[in-house]
């Protein structure tokens, strides 16, 4: 099955970024609903204001943002900011989250014309609304999604997380029975949608369970995430290739490419 770039970006989303995109279309949509109030007390008494037309109007111009936050995310990942070089990737953020608010403005402003709610593409009137108002709101949404995204990756960890008991072993269930993996003898683990996929020298197993769970549960002195699909043994890695793009050569031949968001920590062994 072929997916358009904008579904395999959703389709790459995990549980966490997806609740982040659910609860930004809810803050901009009240934010739309309450705008629409505050209009029909201002507008109702002229006797042409329409409740609807407004509601639809507002949820266009607000609510609409809230689909661009799998591109944030995935531009988020590109450019770090809680990654060196931190004030050049602040500084593509500012013109990005001003470049996308006028891109959106552009497209809402369109959108409306084709619908009749609007006299005029880019007319004066909706400029002066989105640049004085709506783009207020679609700033802090795009940097509180970079801020949420920052806090997701960074090596600390919860109370809760810290108090969840280190593996010594790893259990799989197949086929009925129970068998055990020694930590040594993985060479590298893949997020497989709710699935995890352990690769060792003789093949691989699946278990159940969360990427960032077991993440937490590995022994950090022996494991290291390098990508958001990709935990590594690190003792099984046999090259770095350490330039623009930062690849690690396992033991078993495999060339893993290692996330933008990752780069810092895996330098760290070098």
């Known amino acids: 099955m072929s997916y358009t770039p904008a579904a395999r970006i959703w389709n790459k989303l995990d549980r966490r970024e997806l609740r982040v995109t659910y609860l930004v279309g809810l803050f901009l949509t ?4 309450l705008v629409m109030v505050q209009n029909y007390f201002k507008y109702a008494h002229l006797g042409a204001f329409s409740i ?3 509601l639809v109007y507002n949820l266009i111009v ?3 943002y809230a689909s661009l936050t799998p591109f944030i995310f995935r531009f988020g990942g590109k450019f770090p900011i809680d990654n060196s070089p931190i004030w050049k990737n602040i500084i593509v953020h500012v013109f990005l989250s001003i470049g996308l608010g006028l891109a959106h403005m552009i497209f809402c402003n369109v959108l409306l014309y084709s619908i009749d709610l609007s006299s005029a593409i880019i007319f004066p009137r909706f400029i002066t609304k989105y640049l ?4 207020h709101f679609h700033l802090i949404a795009y940097w509180t999604i970079l801020l949420l995204q920052a806090y997701r ?16 072993r790893l259990k799989v269930e197949k086929n009925g029975r129970i068998y055990w993996i020694e930590l ?4 590298w683990i893949q997020a497989m949608d ?3 996929k352990v690769h060792t020298s003789d ?3 699946l278990i159940g369970g969360s990427m960032k769970d077991l993440e937490v549960r590995l022994p950090r002195e022996l494991f290291k995430r390098i990508h958001r699909s990709y935990i590594i043994n690190i003792s099984k890695i046999e090259s770095l290739t350490n330039g623009r793009k930062v690849k690690v050569t396992l033991t078993n031949g495999l060339e893993l490419s290692v996330g933008n968001s990752y780069k810092g920590s895996i330098r760290e062994l070098i």
């Open 132 to 135: 004085t108002n709506v783009i």
């Open 194 to 196: 709710h699935y995890q």
């Open 203 to 205: 093949g691989y197993h």
């Open 52 to 54: 609807g037309l407004s």
């Open 184 to 187: 040594d003898d993985i060479i």
């Open 62 to 64: 607000y609510a609409t």
């Open 30 to 33: 009240m934010i739309a609903i």
């Open 153 to 168: 990756k960074t090596d600390g960890t919860s109370s809760s997380e810290e108090s969840k008991e280190v593996l010594e």
